[in-house]
């Protein structure tokens, strides 16, 4: 019955509304068949929060990232971890100039809008730790001094479920950071026939930004206005205390 009423208060069709459209469409020209987990991600982005694509290799994790990015008109970031990743190679470091006589800030490439963190858990916690103040406050301290990171801010983790060797579990404290959990899964029937066909577009192909600065900083001025009926905020806290 719990599971039920979710699918019913928080799906309602999971639809945007219709000014999202052509985002959509230009997504889905990438991603056939995924309407569903395109406008929750968008929903995600423009609520202020951060997303985790949880699903096996090869069903377009990386794909929905770029092209959502491109979409949003927004500077990409990528960060493929590793085992032997540093939290240095995520932040940034200090160098000493010797030309000049003084250390310098190189920042690393967490310093963009739009951040893909691809295959999340193959990082050690501590690497993983790297992203938490970030992903929560919107800035990086390194050596006690603060450094304000681009606004928006919007990561995107990636990782395979199903691996175990050499992959670490996303503790709780890095799961909080993330609002919504997504699995893409295998397209349909008629989706996955247009994609042997090739009519998916070229896989490395960026679309053309359609929303401006101004625009997605006024859309999620809207989304943070959103209210909350008392019958919603009664089933919130009753899934919360049943879980």
């Given at each position: 019955?719990?599971?039920?009423?979710l699918?019913?208060?928080?799906?309602?069709?999971?639809?945007?509304?219709?000014?999202?459209?052509?985002?959509?469409?230009?997504?889905?020209?990438?991603?056939?068949?995924?309407?569903?987990?395109?406008?929750?991600?968008?929903?995600?982005?423009?609520?202020?929060?951060?997303?985790?694509?949880?699903?096996?290799?090869?069903v377009?994790?990386?794909?929905?990232?770029?092209?959502?990015?491109?979409?949003?008109?927004?500077?990409?970031?990528?960060?493929?971890f590793?085992?032997?990743?540093?939290?240095?190679?995520?932040?940034?470091?200090?160098?000493?100039?010797?030309?000049?006589?003084?250390?310098?800030?190189?920042?690393?490439?967490?310093?963009?809008?739009?951040?893909?963190?691809?295959?999340?858990?193959?990082?050690?916690?501590?690497?993983?730790?790297?992203?938490?103040?970030?992903?929560?406050?919107?800035?990086?301290?390194?050596?006690?001094?603060?450094?304000?990171?681009?606004?928006?801010?919007?990561?995107i983790?990636?990782?395979?479920?199903?691996?175990?060797?050499?992959?670490?579990?996303?503790?709780?404290?890095?799961?909080?950071?993330?609002?919504?959990?997504?699995?893409?899964?295998?397209?349909?029937?008629?989706?996955?026939?247009?994609?042997?066909?090739?009519?998916?577009?070229?896989?490395?192909?960026?679309?053309?930004?359609?929303?401006?600065?101004?625009?997605?900083?006024?859309?999620?001025?809207?989304?943070?206005?959103?209210?909350?009926?008392?019958?919603?905020?009664?089933?919130?806290?009753?899934?919360?205390?049943?879980?």
């Amino acid at each position: 019955e719990v599971t039920q009423n979710l699918r019913y208060y928080a799906g309602m069709n999971y639809t945007l509304s219709s000014e999202f459209t052509p985002f959509i469409d230009a997504i889905e020209t990438h991603l056939m068949g995924k309407r569903e987990t395109i406008a929750l991600s968008l929903a995600t982005f423009f609520a202020g929060g951060h997303l985790l694509l949880e699903d096996i290799p090869g069903v377009g994790k990386t794909t929905l990232a770029k092209t959502l990015c491109g979409v949003l008109g927004l500077d990409f970031g990528r960060i493929q971890f590793t085992s032997d990743l540093l939290p240095s190679d995520i932040l940034g470091v200090n160098y000493y100039n010797q030309k000049e006589g003084n250390f310098v800030f190189k920042k690393g490439p967490i310093f963009t809008s739009f951040l893909l963190a691809d295959e999340i858990n193959r990082s050690m916690p501590k690497t993983q730790s790297a992203l938490l103040q970030a992903m929560e406050e919107g800035m990086v301290t390194l050596d006690t001094t603060h450094y304000p990171l681009p606004k928006p801010f919007f990561v995107i983790g990636t990782q395979n479920p199903h691996e175990e060797v050499g992959t670490f579990p996303l503790p709780s404290s890095q799961l909080d950071r993330f609002m919504c959990s997504l699995s893409i899964g295998y397209p349909d029937n008629t989706a996955e026939r247009e994609i042997l066909k090739g009519k998916t577009g070229h896989r490395f192909f960026i679309p053309t930004a359609l929303v401006s600065a101004m625009q997605i900083e006024s859309y999620m001025h809207q989304a943070s206005s959103v209210t909350l009926s008392d019958a919603l905020l009664d089933f919130l806290q009753e899934i919360i205390t049943f879980t």
